[in-house]
């Protein structure tokens, strides 16, 4: 395993929270389009009125009769009158207290539309009588202000024109003195006799100017039509907050996806699992239902079986030997894959030895392969069976050693001499020995682990982690156990277990089914099982009847036990002494065998 890779690659969060945070992106996607529309629903209504005004060329102003300018720079510079502190000044008065005067420039826009020589002002408030009047105090206020400045401009240059006349009437009034007076010269004469002549007509310019200036029309445009308040619309509309509100979903989303997956130390898939360190040997599909049949050589399984087959045999090349197949946590079970694992490892030539020590699966192994109630490793352990004798054929070249009854209250004696000669016995007759124990993170796991010179990791896609997977390899160097890889169940998928659920109830409705273990609790509570007895009851299986059939009683089978007051059989003379509590792999085989 390598531990360097104990932290998830930050460029692949955001993938990872594509992949496996689709209902968190979903719900926060749907909560931001929500509280954006919400939003645009309980935010204030604005109104619209327009008012289009007529420009009139008009002295003092940018748009003038003098203007040598383009038109449309003049009534581009007219635009910037309408907004003017006076004007403002105006409207605000005019509005009263419905406006505020600090927003006021911010409600109006002003649009020269194009080859006119018009502006269209439009104003925007809370309501369409305040639109409206706001839309024509600013037309009337602007015209008002060009007219203003006209006429200040006019009023300016007249008397300028005044104040010139005044000088020059002056100026004629002493030269007519002058030339009144009787002691002059020809000369003299002769040029205040111009000199009058001169101002005259300079007073004669002067007042058609001021005739001019004071007879200039002042007309700066007038109102040409003014529109309604449109239709109440959000500042922002619904649309655009909706389709805000959905982006910032999104982006929180991802972010809290990207940091839950950051968080989480699951291990979601067979790359996840390589990448952490861990080999992984074959990905197989959980089943729907829990007492499903195992896989047949024309199953879609087989294929991956047979790699993992070839996996276990390359990685474990020095036969006999013994492996132990757990669970890393309680949440990955074992049974099912090394039932299927021993078939498969015996049908392709490997004799193999299953023994079924996992007294937490349901169901069990010796279940999964027809032993439920037979006798086996709690014989063994409890009182001394030769566990040879207490073997089962469970497929080609493949033997089991069940259960037997009660196996929790023997698991004690796990690390007892019994299971490690077991072991060693069952090394001397087969190539492989399988023991399929309980997680790993339980100590009667742990304790397998000593009796196995490797072991080979069951981790569920999804709900295993790392820390777990940690936890198994510290134990397993601890026990000097060979981890050779893992196997990666993958869950079934919501539709398949809806399938399975649907084909249960209609195999149900369709004809009822017997319980087996209905049947056993019956019989068991009848007749208890007695050692020293001759009696140990076998139910075969059980068929499904009809409700009008008669049901057969179970067939009985009745078995000479020996007397456990008796002296316990011996092992087999083969097998080899071993060295307490380690089983070396290095043990030699029995004699004839070969590698």
Known sequence: MAGGQATPFRSQLLVQALRYRKALITVCVLL???????????????????????????????????????????????????????????????????????????????????????????FTAGDPDTASKGAAAFANSYLTYRRNRSESIIDGKIKQVEEQSAKVDASLRK???????????????????????????????????????????????????????????????????????????????????MLREYGDDRLRDAESVERYGVPVLAVRSMPAQPYEPLTTPDSQDDEELRKLRVAVLTRITDMPASMLVAGVSGNDHAARLSADLALALGAGGTETILIDADHTATPSAS????????????????DHDDPQALLREAGPQTQLLPQGTDLKNASSHFLGRGLFQTVNVFRHSADLVIVTGPPLDDPDGQALNMVSYATLLVITAGVTRRREVRAAYAQAEQAEAKIIGAVVLTPPSRRELRAAVAREASRATAEP????????????????????????VVIEDPEVVDEDAVVEEPEIVVLDLPDPDDEPRPMTDEAPTMAFPRINNDTPAKTGRSK
């Open 175 to 257: 030269a007519t003195n002058d030339l009144s007076s009787g002691k002059l010269s020809s000369a003299r004469r002769t040029y205040l006799t111009q000199r009058v002549t001169q101002f005259t007509n300079q007073l004669a310019v002067l007042e058609e100017q001021a005739n001019d200036l004071a007879s200039t029309p002042i007309f700066p445009g007038q109102v040409i039509s003014s529109t309604p308040a449109s239709s109440g619309s959000s500042l922002l509309g619904t649309p655009e907050l909706g389709v805000a509100g959905l982006l910032a979903g999104l982006l929180g989303g991802l972010g809290l996806g």
């Open 513 to 536: 089914i017997l319980v087996e273990s209905s049947v056993m609790s019956a019989i068991t509570a009848a007749e208890p099982r007695d050692r020293a007895g001759e009696a140990e």
């Open 367 to 382: 279940a999964l392969l027809g032993a439920t109630i037979q006798r086996g490793l709690t014989d063994v352990l409890l």
């Open 32 to 122: 931001g389009t929500l509280l954006g529309v919400g939003a645009a629903q309980l935010m204030p209504q604005s109104y619209k009125a327009s008012t289009t005004v007529l420009i009139i060329p008009l002295s003092g102003n940018p748009y003038s009769p003098e203007g040598r300018g383009d038109d449309l720079i003049n009534l581009a510079s007219e635009t910037q009158l309408v907004t003017a502190d006076t004007v403002m000044n105006r409207v605000a008065s005019t509005l009263g207290g419905s406006v505020d005067r600090a927003s006021i420039p911010d409600r109006v826009t002003v649009e020269v539309p194009a080859n006119t020589q018009t502006l269209l002002i439009t």
